[in-house]
């Protein structure tokens, strides 16, 4: 597995399931990774196999969502030749391939029931039997599975084998969403930018401006440390100038006024009725929602959210304050008014 990304983090709860991955890395055991999207499962099963015993033999992975049902019980334990129409010659499958070493499968929850079932009787007994072949074959295999899905609910429901579920949990890593990650979103995002300037051979490095920071740090991040790092590189690269800080990020790469809308009879009736944003109307992906639980004075909340717009539209214009005007459809003089109102001209001058 290579994988070029690196543990970048100082959140407590990001530590503790960095440092239950070492300690179980020695255990001869199965393990469990679970976690969302972008999370980082991978990263963890790379680290429970580096600083095991079995460092030096292989690691391989398979994505069990990625094959169709038909083929992954030969993907996982090979084939004879002649065993089903297309085996033209034999084939060694995953766990031959990671004898004495590590075999990581990913989207474990997606595995068939036949697939789950050969999958226990490796584990228990440390066999497995080519589709096709009548002799078992003798294999030493360290199994990390990942999953995003509820195991215990699925077990429950029946759609997962409880016994399977019991043999690979001997121990079970939970790796935190980013958004709780306290702290970790600016280290990841200057660690991300930094990364992303030396590639484009910038000069220095000269930050992100500080109401991008604020957005970065309000955003849910459904997509966690994967998303994050898309949205940062990207930002450094649109704006392509190391001597100001990056005054905007763009959050949703299809955003755009021109984007395809779905034909009709896929859209949702929901969607069909939702009001559309006026025209030259900011992203609202990229401007905070304001916290309406915690406005005491409606002023200053107005105040706040309008400033905020402001800023996200001119770091996107590059501080053109004509091109700003005419994107939030005021005039200019009413722009240069806002300017002076929330004092932005000062940050443009600190910027500069």
């Known amino acids: ?107 474990l929850g997606t595995l068939s029931m ?78 991300f930018g930094r990364r992303m300037a030396a590639e484009l051979d910038w000069d220095r490095w000269p930050g992100f401006a500080g109401h991008v920071m604020d957005a970065l740090e309000d955003h849910a991040w459904p997509g966690n440390v994967r998303e994050l790092r898309n949205v940062v590189e990207r930002a450094v690269y649109r704006w392509g100038d190391f001597e100001t800080p990056i005054a905007h990020v763009q959050f949703d790469p299809f955003d755009s006024p021109w984007r395809p809308r779905p034909p009709e009879h896929r859209r949702s009736t929901s969607a069909a009725l939702s009001p559309k944003p006026a025209p030259g109307a900011p992203d609202a992906a990229l401007v905070p929602a304001p916290n309406f639980d915690a406005v005491d004075d409606l002023r200053i909340a107005v105040d706040t959210h309008e400033r905020a717009i402001l800023q996200h539209a001119l770091g996107k214009h590059r501080w053109n304050q004509r091109q700003t005007a005419r994107a939030l459809g005021l005039t200019y003089d009413q722009l240069r008014h806002c300017i002076r109102k929330h004092g932005l001209m000062q940050e443009q001058d600190e910027s500069a």
Not at 5 to 28: H, P, T, Y
Not at 159 to 168: G, N, Y
């Open 114 to 191: 036949g697939a789950q079932e050969r999958l226990l009787r490796a584990v228990e007994y440390g066999e497995i039997t080519r589709i096709g072949a009548s002799r078992p074959i003798r294999v030493d295999v360290r199994i990390v599975a990942a999953t995003n899905d509820d195991l215990p609910a699925l077990a429950a429901s029946g759609e997962f084998r409880a016994d399977l579920l019991d043999r690979l949990s001997f121990e079970v890593i939970t790796l935190p969403p980013l958004r709780v990650r306290e702290g970790d979103i600016g280290v990841l995002a200057e660690y």
């Open 1 to 107: 597995m290579k994988n070029e990304s690196q543990f970048i983090g100082q959140s407590g709860a990001f530590l503790d399931a960095v440092e239950r991955a070492s300690r179980a890395a020695s255990m001869n055991r199965p393990v469990l990774v679970i976690g969302e999207r972008g999370t980082g499962k991978e990263l963890i099963a790379e680290r429970l196999h580096r600083l095991s015993s079995r460092w030096d033999e292989p690691l391989v992975t398979m994505n069990c969502a990625a094959l169709p049902e038909t083929l992954i019980e030969a993907e996982l334990f090979g084939h004879e030749a002649g065993a089903f129409t297309g085996a033209t010659k034999a084939r060694t499958g995953r766990f031959e391939e990671a004898d004495r070493g590590t075999l990581f499968l990913d989207e």
